[in-house]
């Protein structure tokens, strides 16, 4: 079973896609004729020009729009597509999760004529940068630490890489990992956690203190003193980051 057959029940309510980091992406794709989406989950930022989605769980796959592009069940490390398919190939918020990362980025060189577009994180970024993890949830950061591919050796295995940050909306409407910098309550919602996979991985148990903690600052009005400045912030780069390799 895929591993997202069981995480992403809930994916469709939680994870929107955001517009902004729509347009961000669609620009990195630049004037691909052509789209191949691996590791497409529900089809987020699937730009009209997608011609195939490739994903694994049937949970997922099950939750894409009616009229989204045709999408085939299989994983990044052996896809089911000749050589030079597709101007480009995007893999957005996927690449920590293959069991093969070498093979995978081997098969999207293989598959893409001439752009590849990742979307991942910066972990040291990520554990410096954003409260939840380093104030409340550093179990989290844990397991993160132990998945996170780290964008270097990532723009290695792609033959050579730019890397743009992604500011992270206040209000973004896809929530991910740090999506809700700006509005802490809502890791206390067990639905908003269950579509973050390094939360609900890390496992409800060991994240209990850490809520527990977080809930008694934002009653008492401790959170908001310390972290006053981010309420005038409308975006935040917690290490986020968008690859584009060209061939
Ligand atoms: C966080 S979701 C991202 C989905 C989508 N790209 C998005 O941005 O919303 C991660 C996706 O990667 C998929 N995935 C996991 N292992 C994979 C693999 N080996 N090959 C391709 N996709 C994989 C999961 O099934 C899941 O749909």
Redesign the pocket.
Known sequence: M???DT??TT?GRT?Q?DPRIAAQIHAALGNAADVI?????????EPPQTTLA????QI?LAQRPPRSAPAVR????QLPLCDNAADAVM????VH????LAA?IAELRRVARRRIVI?TWDQQIFREQFWLVREYLPQAAAFDDSRAIPTDRLATLLGGARQEPVHVPHDCT?G?GAAYWRRPHAYLDPQVRAGI?MLAQTGEDVLAPGLATLADDLATGRWHDRHADLTARDTLDVGYRVLVSDS
């Open positions: 895929a591993l997202y995480l992403g994916y994870r896609p989406n691996v590791g497409a989950g529900t089809g987020s930022y490739v994903e694994p769980s997922m299989a994983a990044a490390e893999a957005l918020l996927t999760h293959w069991s093969d995978g979307l896809d991910f996979s």
